[in-house]
């Protein structure tokens, strides 16, 4: 059964497609088989997701239909409501607003400095300093948070954002990824023309190296907003519930509710907290699908 | 100092300009890189080593340094059958998450690496859940898991089946876990090898297709032997990340640690426990440094396998050029950047547009 409906809608598209691509093979051509699968995988990446903003968009116990409710109701935006009524959530988005937004100026600029010195300055120790930036990517940070937390207890930051944006303000793989990408980008002879043209080592880089990285800068930004924007372990120990992350924030409205949580609502506070990254996935997927086969991030 | 040789001028006529402009010269490169260095040995390298130090004192929380312990604090971890409960839980989750992930998205890159129609629509939607943070894909994956209602009660219900006890049961809590891992990085993991694939000369495939061989034959001896390296990348970064895995089962029960008879702790929520509802600095510190030197351990087996991979191999793998290999095997991801962008072209020119 499957099958003929499977031929009687391949068939036509088989037609039209043989003169437009004649020159290409058919064997590399894939199969409605293809698309079956991608489709199906599609629906699982997407129904979590979708079914989410369902339940948050109806009552809590709809979460107990059999099949699934799969057509959002009215009530979204009045969950919604209730999300920034039960939890400080604007405070929460506006601190993950600044938190991942300094780190990632910060990532940013420093990876960009730095790689820019190991990818096309000379000086002594320039390769060893460089594996050690290498060996220390592997350096699993957050193995770390003890004497983090002791330190941030000694400065009495717990509970401040500075807390959260310390540890995330460089990375080794910011600085091996920008030297990756200036050590091609850049060439030498650009360099030394600026210098004959008697710019000073800032100039160069300001004018020279900086506009030249800025495609690398952009995708190494993405990435980073979105580590730090997704980032629980961290800000959950040093961030109380009063001045809380999305990710806190949203923890905290998921353990709330003992015995008879309501779903709607917890859900509508994760269809909320995905909604920025969503919106940043609409603008930029490509450039993070890009990013992702270039290597632009740590895994 | 005889390499400096070309730099050393007759140094009598330097005008004051020019010993600034060489100090410029000699030290900016340094100065580049010292905010990194010196930020990175606060931020990376004092906690770690730190933790070492800790580790070697009853420490509590509140109250701060206490006795000189030695190795005390790692004996009483590793004869606690709690941790050895979390590191088996671990291992399973990791497994559980690891192997079906891996064979999927190595599946679903092999249908990317086509010349699809909409293919800019195919990778974008295998990211999406890429972008859901792992505390509300937990928040999310608590409600399709749960016992009672939900999509998965309904399914099993629809088979007549009974319902399972996705909270309490063990094997079932990790299923569940690794299910929210699966879900949020198989894509993920699936670019990563298709830029892998695409490196792939078609020359080869042409060459082995006039062979006689099928596409199921082409596969097997011809993809995956060419992006083994980018396998065992992504194995690596999956090991690292899953043995560090601490949202998805601290979330799965927010009012545990880990579960009610601790079913689903891991390492990162037994350490978590120790240091903070139980203020143990000691002990937790005793943990981190184990987990850390199991870390090293994976990252060193890696190293091994890739090397005699890489030695036995006379495939023209595409050499790095940095001489470490967990480098190396990110630079086989890395590489394809540049050659992609000439089979894009192609793709483009027979028509194939999205």
């Known amino acids: 059964m499957s099958t003929l409906m499977e031929r009687t809608r391949t068939e036509p598209t088989a037609t039209t497609e043989a003169p437009r691509y004649r020159k290409g093979k058919d064997h590399e051509r894939p199969g409605i088989l293809t698309y079956a699968i991608l489709i199906a995988f599609f629906a699982i990446s997407a129904f979590p997701l979708w079914w989410s903003f369902v339940i948050s968009s109806r009552q809590s116990s709809d979460t107990n239909l059999v099949p699934p409710a799969v057509l959002p109701g009215p009530n979204f935006l009045g969950n919604a409501a209730k999300v920034f009524e039960t939890a400080p959530f604007l405070q929460a988005l506006a601190n993950s607003v600044i938190i991942s937004g300094a780190i990632t100026v910060s990532v940013v600029f420093f990876s960009t400095l730095a790689g820019y010195s190991f990818a096309k300055l000379k000086f002594r120790a320039s390769n060893g300093l460089l594996l050690a930036v290498i060996a220390t990517m592997a350096i699993p940070t957050q193995l770390g948070i003890i004497p983090l937390f002791m330190l941030m207890a000694e400065w009495e930051w717990v509970g401040t954002l500075q807390a959260v944006i310390l540890p995330g303000l460089v990375t080794a793989f910011g600085v091996f990824f920008m030297r990756q990408y200036l050590v091609d980008v850049i060439p030498d002879e650009l360099i030394e023309a600026a210098r004959v043209d008697g710019a000073s080592m800032w100039g160069t880089f300001w004018h020279v190296a900086l506009p030249a990285a800025r495609p690398a800068m952009a995708v190494l930004a993405l990435f980073t907003f979105m580590a730090a924007w997704t980032d629980f372990l961290w800000p959950l120990l040093v961030l109380g519930p009063r001045n809380p992350s999305v990710q806190t924030a949203l923890a905290a409205l998921s353990a709330s509710g003992g015995q008879t949580p309501d779903h709607s609502l917890v859900l509508a506070g994760a269809v909320l907290s995905v909604i920025p990254l969503l919106i940043l996935f609409v603008l930029a997927g490509k450039q993070l699908v890009a990013g992702i086969m270039q290597g632009a991030v740590k895994g | ?61 509140l109250k701060g340094q206490g006795d000189f312990v030695g190795l005390d604090n790692y004996v009483s971890v590793l004869s606690d059958p709690f941790f050895w409960n979390a590191f088996g839980n671990t291992i399973s989750i990791f497994l559980l998450s690891a192997v079906p992930q891996l064979v999927i998205a190595t599946l679903i890159a092999a249908l ?163 240091a903070f509802p139980r203020r143990d600095f000691g002990r937790a510190s005793a943990t981190a440094w184990i987990l850390f030197l199991v870390i090293i351990l994976a990252g060193l087996i890696n190293f091994a396998i890739t090397r005699a991979i890489r030695t036995n191999d006379a495939r023209p793998v595409r050499i790095p050029k940095v001489r470490d290999t967990l480098i190396t095997t990110r630079s086989v991801s890395t590489s394809p950047a540049r050659s992609r962008s000439t089979t894009t072209s192609t793709t483009d020119q027979r028509g194939g547009r999205a």
Not at chain 2, 24 to 30: L, V, W
Not at chain 2, 133 to 147: D, E, K, R
Not at chain 2, 219 to 248: N, Y
Request: hydrophobic residues 50%; charged residues 15%.
């Open chain 2, 1 to 61: 100092m005889t390499s400096t040789a070309t730099v050393r001028r007759p140094p009598a006529a330097l005008t004051f300009r020019q010993k600034l402009n060489r100090f410029d010269y000699r030290a900016s490169p340094y100065l580049y890189i010292a905010p990194f260095f010196i930020l990175f040995a606060l931020i990376g390298i004092f906690p770690i080593v730190y933790t070492f130090n800790v580790s070697l004192y009853e420490w509590h929380l």
């Open chain 2, 112 to 274: 990317l690496d086509q010349t699809l129609r909409g293919r800019t629509f195919w990778r974008m939607s295998i990211l999406l859940p890429y972008i859901v943070a792992p505390v509300a894909v937990a928040v999310i994956f608590l409600q399709i898991f749960n016992q009672y209602h939900g999509p998965v009660a309904g399914l099993l219900e629809l088979f007549g089946l009974d319902p399972i006890r996705w909270a309490f049961d063990v094997f079932p809590s990790h299923v569940a876990i690794a299910s929210m891992v699966n879900w949020r990085w198989t894509g993920y993991n699936a670019l990563i090898l298709l830029a892998a694939m695409q490196a792939i000369p078609r020359d080869v495939y042409e060459s082995a297709a006039l062979d006689g061989a099928n596409k199921l034959r082409r596969f097997w001896s011809i993809t995956i032997p060419m992006i083994r390296p980018t396998l065992i990348f992504v194995v690596i970064t999956s090991t690292i990340g899953g043995l560090q895995i601490f949202t998805e089962p601290k979330l799965f029960d927010p009012r545990s640690n880990g579960g009610s008879d601790r079913q689903f702790q891991t390492i990162v929520l037994y350490l978590y426990e120790l």
